[in-house]
């Protein structure tokens, strides 16, 4: 069972950041007893490996600050985080080898990166626009520095404390199940506000003005 809280707090944290959690396992794997990762997953400690995360990382910690580059970065980053959520919950789960399901069905543990990935990664897509759009830009940098924070914290707990991990989880499930509703609530009292523009006439209409009224749809 912690192998998979493991591989749901560490899929979770690519979410944010592709490169983050894949760098912790690989550097815990590489220096540390903590980490210890079959032979199907030692390219992960591999230092040339180590060494291009890193560069990957450096330019997304850059490209994510960047108002409206950003957006363009979370749509290819739509393949990769993913991909890097089903690498790292594979890796912990081979690592551990305590759940006998995952065990007999591989498949089942990039299954689960992937999608825990990619639901964390359309949540971050969808509303950072958001924020931009708000902030005219500027909270662009704090939202993406405090994103990189979450990713690492979530990657380290993810493997020293996997129970700890988990309840990070909910809450960040939680904050994001706010997050919607403040930004369709907000919509709504937009579209209800005075002065707010009315939607065009559909095609092959115009207005008219009848006698003893105010006007009329043809």
């Known amino acids: 069972m912690l192998a998979v809280l493991t591989g749901l707090g560490l899929s979770a944290a690519a979410g944010l950041n592709a490169y983050i959690p894949v760098l912790v396992v690989g550097l815990l794997g590489r220096y540390t007893d903590l980490v210890r ?42 393949v990769i985080r993913p991909a890097s959520g089903g690498a790292v919950f594979a890796a912990a789960e081979a690592a551990g080898r305590l759940d006998a399901a995952l065990s007999d069905v591989p498949w089942l543990g990039w299954a689960l990166g992937i999608a825990s990935a990619l639901a964390v990664h359309l949540t971050k897509a969808s509303l950072r626009p958001v924020v931009n759009a708000g902030t005219l830009g500027t909270g662009a940098p704090v939202v993406s520095a405090a994103e990189d924070t979450v990713s690492l914290g979530m990657s380290l707990l993810a493997v020293l404390a996997p129970v700890v991990a988990l309840a990070g989880l909910v809450l960040l499930a939680y904050a994001a199940v706010r997050l919607r509703r403040l930004r ?11 002065g707010a523009p009315e939607a065009p ?3 092959g209409r115009r207005w008219f003005r009848t006698p003893g009224r105010g006007g009329g749809r043809a």
């Open 37 to 78: 990762l079959p032979a199907e997953f030692g390219w992960l400690t591999d230092g040339r490996v180590l060494a291009v995360l890193a560069l990957l990382l450096a330019a997304e910690i850059v490209l994510d600050k960047v108002p409206v580059v950003d957006s363009v970065n979370d749509m290819v980053q739509t």
């Open 184 to 194: 369709k609530r907000r919509k709504r009292t937009a579209a209800a506000a005075p």
């Open 201 to 203: 006439d559909a095609p």
